[in-house]
Structures are given as C-alpha cells and as structure tokens.
C-alpha cells in the first residue's frame, strides 16, 4: 500500500467494509480483525486505533502489551484465562503509570481482572499503580481469592479516590470485608454500583447498613448469595427505606426477602427488584404482589425459582372485557371449539399470553417488560386494566 494514502481515508473504508461492532473488540474471536490482518498489516494498525475494548489472553498479553499504544482508543481493557498472577499484575501497572502509556491512551475507564488469580500482594502492587491514574471509573475483580486483607487495603485506597465509581467484587472469599465496605460507604460519594455477590456476610450486614444511613450517592447494590437471613434483611430494609439513591437491589439466593419487600413497599427510586431463589411461599407472592401494586416506581421483579407448587391459572376464565358474549362458554376450562364464531375475537383480545420461562408486567409507563424466569410463580399484569394483578 502506497504510505501516502491519507490514513482517514483507510479509516473511512474501514468503517464501511465493517459494522462499528464489529471491530468494537480486539480479540482472537473477531473474524473480520483475522482477515484484516492477514490482507493489509497497516490497515490492521489503523483497526487496532479503532477499537475501543481490548482482550489479553494467555498467547497475546506479551505481544500486544507491547504494542499498547497503538490502541488509542480503548475503554475497556480485560484479561481472559492468563493464569499468571504476577504477569498480569506487571502489564496492568505498567499500563496504569507509564506515561508514554498514560498519553496515548486516555479514554480507559473500565478494567476486568475477574478470575485472574491474584492475591493479596498483587492487589497491593495495582492499587498503588492506581492512585497514580485518573481515568479508570470501573473495576471487576471477581473471583480472586481476595480474603478480609484485601478488602481492607481496597476501602482504605477508596476512601482517598474519586474517579472509581463501579466496582464489582463478587465471589472474593471475604466473610468480614462487607465490615470495610460499609465504613466505605459512609465516606465515599463516588462509588454508584457496588456488586459483593457470592461472599457469606450474613454477620457483617450491620456494618454495610451503617454505611448506607450516610451514603447519598450508591444506585445499584447486588448482595446474591451472601446467605442474608430474615434479621439482615430486615436490617438492609430499615436502612433502604429511607435511602432515596438506591434503584437496584438484587438479594436473590438469600433469605429474608418478605421482610424487605415489606419495607420497600413505598420506596420513592426502586426500579429493580431480584428476590430470586429465596423458597418464597404463597403468602410472600401475595406480599410481593402487594408491593407491586402499592410502589409506583418499581419497574421489574425477578422471582426466579420460589415457590414450588404452581397456581394453576386458566386463561379461560379471564373475566376482563368479555361483556359482549353472547353465552357462558368462555367459562369451560378446556377447548370450547363449537362455540359461536362471534366470540373468538373477544377471547384473542383477553386471553394473557402464558409461558413458563417468562414474566410479564406493565410499569407506571403502560410499557410491558418482558423477564425470564424459571419460577413456576408467575406474575402477569391484565394488559387491558392496567395496575390489575393476576397471579399465577
């Protein structure tokens, strides 16, 4: 290729022979990247410059940590099965503090680390490197075997940092380090999603109410499978109901999720609600339904895996705008065929759709959300009269 050709011109033709998404990633999975590199190596280059998401893995976090620089654009830099802790840990800090790096990159905000392997005396060598950006906003580090000292040193880097505002440190083998986060929480005022997921930290969830009595600024909090009992729950629901920052809460895989729904019941900002896979009984349907039809800023519902038995339901015996029939035959609980051919336009209209893997609900918007589930208690919203429950 003639070196003079005016590189915005290759760009141009580059982004017309592939879609944007298509070149968002630079991994071994992208099959347009493959043959562009194999056709022309300065288009290559000129597609490394586009790309704004990196993937390191085992075969190319040399090779490419080396020609960093070349991907000017990328946000978002992740590690994918390296199995070399210490590796990592020296490419990571040497993109976080090299100036040279730090120049010519400076649109990175996002760093994935999970399942890396690293412990302890890793974190220790990246939060230093981190103090000395100020670019990242986001960072994954779940599944490293972090442990209590890990978090600690974590909170305590976070206490003095105001650029990170996602962080996500599930399955960290911390049972007390949701004591650090809460006293993290209770200072911080950048932190907006905080993802403690798969840690059992029933015995600390005092310490992270605390920190949301003072925090005004967290969104999004995921506690899945923290083994959170009814006390905990009701603990988290005290300190939530007067927090008017928090939209999301995913408790799923824990306890206790009557006791929080109760206090929810008004919350002014909820939007998300995940209370999967907590034996939800009959009665805690009906409570869940309750909050349903009382919070009008909740906008979806996980109830994935609860209660065992269905209630059986049939979509037959909807009584919403059938006024017009002309006989009773709507009310047989099976096929009704035979019935007069009047009647076949007002059953489409009424009958609810029904399927075993899905929820469906209309929000204060009349918009209708669609969810997967694999509960056999199904909550579905009459699409005719809107704010009328039926429950499944």
């Given at each position: 290729m003639n070196p003079s050709f005016p590189k915005t011109i290759i760009s141009n033709i580059i982004l017309k022979l592939f879609k944007q998404n298509e070149i968002i990633s630079w991994d071994s999975n992208n099959d347009q990247r493959l043959i562009m590199q194999l056709v022309c190596?300065?288009?290559?280059q000129i597609l490394r410059s586009l790309c704004s998401s990196l993937s390191l893995t085992k075969s190319n976090?040399?090779?490419?940590?080396f020609k960093i620089q070349n991907f000017e654009n990328i946000n978002h830099l992740e590690i994918l099965n390296v199995e070399a802790p210490d590796v990592?840990?020296?490419v990571i800090c040497n993109i976080l503090i090299d100036p040279n790096i730090n120049n010519t990159i400076k649109q990175l905000k996002s760093i994935d680390l999970s399942l890396s392997n690293l412990s302890n005396s890793h974190i220790h060598y990246i939060l230093n490197a981190l103090r000395l950006n100020k670019s990242v906003e986001d960072i994954n580090l779940e599944g490293n075997q972090l442990g209590d000292q890990s978090i600690y040193d974590l909170s305590c880097f976070l206490l003095n940092n105001n650029t990170i505002r996602y962080l996500d440190l599930q399955n960290c083998d911390s049972k007390n380090g949701l004591a650090c986060i809460g006293m993290l929480l209770s200072k911080n005022d950048s932190i907006i999603s905080l993802n403690w997921s798969n840690n059992d930290s029933n015995s600390s969830i005092d310490f992270l109410c605390q920190g949301l009595k003072l925090n005004k600024t967290l969104t999004s909090l995921s506690l899945s499978g923290c083994n959170i009992d009814e006390l905990g729950a009701i603990c988290l629901?005290?300190?939530l109901k007067n927090n008017n920052s928090i939209k999301y809460i995913d408790l799923?895989?824990?306890y206790g999720a009557i006791s929080l729904a109760n206090r929810l019941r008004n919350h002014p900002t909820i939007k998300y609600l995940d209370i999967s896979c907590n034996n939800i009984s009959e009665r805690g349907v009906e409570e869940i339904?309750?909050?349903l039809l009382s919070n009008q800023s909740l906008k979806k519902l996980k109830l994935y895996q609860n209660i065992e038995n269905e209630?059986?339901?049939n979509n037959n015996n909807n009584n919403n705008n059938n006024n017009n029939n002309n006989n009773n035959n709507n009310n047989n609980n099976n096929n009704n065929n035979n019935n007069n051919?009047?009647?076949?336009?007002?059953n489409n209209n009424n009958n609810l759709e029904t399927d075993t893997n899905e929820i469906f609900f209309r929000n204060t918007n009349d918009e209708i959300e669609l969810m997967d589930t694999s509960s056999e208690s199904r909550i579905y919203y009459n699409y005719i009269s809107p704010r009328q429950m039926i429950i499944l």
């Open positions: 190596k300065e288009w290559c976090i040399i090779p490419l940590f990592v840990t020296k629901g005290e300190v799923s895989r824990d339904s309750n909050i209630i059986n339901f051919n009047n009647n076949n336009n007002n």
